[in-house]
Nanobody, 119 residues
Framework: QVQLMESGGGLVQPGGSLRLSCAGSGIIVSVYAMSWYRQAPGKQRELVARITSSGNTDYANSVRGRFTISRDSAKNTVYLQMNSLKPEDTAVYHC?????????????RGQGTQVTVSS
């Protein structure tokens, strides 16, 4: 059974930092394109950051320069380091893994972790 388990969310003041973790079970995260998405109440789901199986990274304009996505293959975990947090970063953050094998798409998503940025 494949599981992606997020952790590390919480309440932080503006300007603070958090590191989110996404631990894979039954899935080798290094062979998947792994992404972090977020969804705030009343807003559309937004792609925040992505790391490909080859290690290339990409970020939403709203977080570029503040957030960093990384992967630890030995721990089978993907991270999202979030610095200089703003109230508008408040959302539920989900990790997502996608992999094509031939014509078959494999996609998995975690339950999410709440991030609240408030003074």
């Amino acid at each position: 059974q494949v599981q992606l388990m997020e952790s590390g969310g919480g309440l932080v003041q503006p300007g603070g930092s958090l590191r989110l973790s996404c631990a894979g079970s039954g899935i080798i995260v290094s062979v998947y394109a792994m992404s972090w998405y977020r969804q705030a109440p009343g807003k559309q789901r937004e792609l925040v950051a992505r790391i490909t199986s080859s290690g290339n990274t990409d970020y939403a304009n709203s977080v570029r320069g503040r957030f960093t996505i990384s992967r630890d293959s030995a721990k089978n975990t993907v991270y999202l380091q979030m610095n200089s947090l703003k109230p508008e970063d408040t959302a539920v953050y989900h990790c997502n893994g996608v992999r094509w094998v031939g014509t078959s798409l494999y996609e998995y998503r975690g339950q999410g972790t709440q991030v609240t940025v408030s003074s």
